[in-house]
């Protein structure tokens, strides 16, 4: 492998998959089980609150039963031993990458153990149930939302993230269809700019094509291998 010296990389939920979180888009996944307008967007919140903030109450609980896979922990190996910059941008809502070992993580969905309050916009910390209607810890109103990124709102971090792929040299995109915007536009504007695209991913996503490189297979495997490529580069 070539020296590269800034690395961008874009996760999605197949990286958590191995650890027995669900995906979106697969054979069995979320959204076979529930409606996207339903319990992904603004307006499903607004028509029906308990059935979105119970979908989140579970998902929020069942982290408690996964852990961290192979893929997880040698992103984590790679932040710690790369000598260049490294940005891990996430789209998952889990917490897989911090229990990993990452450090530097942009969750640009946001966060399962995040509450949102409608009321005054605080961003709090949050381990618990949401659909009991606790009280925002900083204005106590009773009116916290799940702290993630519906379809027609505006992700987190995008100026960073932006900022990141400017300068990048290698963009990678691991466990995602490649169906959602603006992540799924990533690997174009990194070639764009020059930099060098890989995906890893169990099968072809939908852009697979536009990537100069794209291997295929569980990511426990292919992204350990990766890493160990780049640090003996
Ligand atoms: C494995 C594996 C293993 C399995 N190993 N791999 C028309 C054109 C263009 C855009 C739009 C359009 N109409 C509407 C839009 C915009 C819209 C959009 O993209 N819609 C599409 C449906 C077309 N996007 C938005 O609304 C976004 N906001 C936006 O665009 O704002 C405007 C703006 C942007 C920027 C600047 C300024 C303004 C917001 C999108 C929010 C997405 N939210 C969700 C829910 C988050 C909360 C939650 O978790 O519930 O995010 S949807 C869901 O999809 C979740 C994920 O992060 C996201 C992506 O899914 P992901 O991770 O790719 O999962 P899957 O299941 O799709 O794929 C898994 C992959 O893993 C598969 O390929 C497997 O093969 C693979 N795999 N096992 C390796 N072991």
């Known amino acids: ?7 961008v990389i874009l996760t999605g939920a197949g990286i958590s998959a191995e650890s027995g979180i ?26 029906d609150p308990d059935l979105v903030l119970g979908f989140y109450d579970a998902r929020r609980a069942a982290l408690a ?12 190996r ?16 889990d917490d897989l990458h911090e229990r990993g070992g990452s450090t530097t993580i942009c969750h640009m969905h946001g966060e399962l153990k995040s509450a ?20 925002c810890p ?15 709102e505006i992700p987190y971090q995008m100026r960073r993230i932006e ?8 963009f990678v995109s691991i466990g995602t269809s490649g169906a959602v915007y603006p992540a799924a536009g990533f690997v174009q504007q990194a070639k764009r700019l020059g930099a060098r695209t890989l995906e890893l991913n169990l099968e072809p ?4 094509s536009i990537f100069h490189e794209a291997r295929h297979g569980p990511a426990s495997e292919l992204v350990p291998a990766w890493v160990e490529e780049v640090l003996g580069a």
């Open 22 to 47: 669900d995906t979106f888009r697969d054979s069995g996944g979320l959204w076979e089980k529930h409606s996207i307008e339903d319990v992904a967007t603004p307006e499903g919140f607004a028509r």
């Open 163 to 170: 900022e990141a792929m400017m300068g990048c040299d290698l």
């Open 138 to 152: 900083v204005c106590q109103a009773p009116t916290l939302r799940p702290d993630v990124v519906w379809f027609g």
């Open 205 to 208: 996503s939908e852009g697979t």
């Open 116 to 135: 949102l309050c409608t009321s005054c916009g605080t961003r709090s910390p949050w381990e618990t149930t949401m659909i009991d209607r606790p009280p």
């Open 78 to 93: 790679l932040e710690r031993d790369f000598s260049g910059d490294l940005l891990l941008v996430t789209q998952n809502v």
């Open 1 to 7: 492998m070539t020296q590269v010296s800034r690395i």
């Open 65 to 76: 039963d996964v852990e961290p896979n192979a893929a997880h922990t040698a992103l984590a």
